[in-house]
Every structure is written in structure tokens, then in C-alpha cells.
């Protein structure tokens, strides 16, 4: 688990660093944003078990630069019997990084009688709210899970 924890510091720092070195960086506006959300429906699948379909809301902030949101809470709902209550995040805080006008990078995990965490991709469309979409991302894991669904973002926050 503290190796887990040093690999994604790592990927972090390097993130953020090469984010934050580009002339082009994509950033989140407006920043600094308290109690950012993230919020809708979604559905994790693993191979060796049911999908479970549950209201998610993530909670966190958006840092100065605008190049990070951190999530530092994440709360999993009915839908589906099991969401909350077999099914939970793992792994906070999620990071959040804008990787261009259209996408984003999220570090986000799951657990259930199987666990899936890491690095997933989903498309970002701005507007009024903006929103995240995953269609299908691959949440690492042994062997990993699958997230689809579409969240709406808070504060009018987009992607510059």
C-alpha cells in the first residue's frame, strides 16, 4: 500500500510539473475552488461480478493554479442495493487533471469483494454545467473495472 502511495505521489508531482512547465496547460476555471463537485450516475463493472449502477457525488477543491482538483471525499449511493454498501471508493483523495479542453485524468478506486484503483481517462465537455463523462474507462486493477457514466460539475468550473 506505501508503495502504491509513492507511485501515484510520483505521477502526481510529475503531472502537475510537466502541466504546469506548458506554455498550452490546460487548467480548470475559475480556481481556487472550495467544495467543487462532481456529481450523477455511474456504473462499475468487474468482470467476475454484477454491475452495479449507484448516484456518485465527489467532493473536493480545485487548487490556486487550477492545474489539479483534489477529491478528498467520495459518496456512492443507491442505485443498486450494493452501492455504498458493498461497493465503495478507496484510494482518497482522487486527483483530477485537465489534459486538454476535452479530457481528463482522474486517479480513482474502487472497492467491492474485488478492488480496482489508478489512472483512468474520460472526455470533459464545457458548458453550462460542464460535465465528465467515462464510457467505459479501465480503472487498473486485478483484474480491473470498468466506469461509464456522466457526472456534472459545480461552479461553473470548465477547462481553459
Known sequence: MIKCAA???AAIALATAGAASSASAATF???PV???????????SHPQAT??????????SIDTS??????????????????????????????VLPTS??????????TSPWTCGGATTASWTNGAPSTVTFSGATVPG?????????????????IM
Request: hydrophobic fraction near 40%; include cysteine.
Open 34 to 44: 472550495a467544495n467543487f463537485t462532481l456529481s450523477g450516475n455511474l456504473t462499475v
Open 66 to 95: 487550477g492545474a489539479t482538483a483534489v477529491i478528498s471525499s467520495v459518496a456512492i449511493q443507491p442505485g443498486d442495493w450494493a452501492c455504498g454498501y458493498l461497493l465503495t471508493a478507496s484510494g482518497t483523495p482522487w486527483i
Open 142 to 158: 486485478s483484474p480491473g473495472c470498468s466506469v461509464t457514466g456522466t457526472l456534472t460539475a459545480s461552479h461553473s468550473v470548465t
Open 51 to 60: 454491475s452495479v449502477d449507484c448516484s456518485v457525488e465527489m467532493t473536493g
Open 29 to 31: 476555471t475559475p480556481s
Open 7 to 9: 507511485v501515484l505521489s
Open 101 to 110: 479542453t476535452s479530457s481528463v485524468m482522474i486517479w480513482m478506486g474502487f
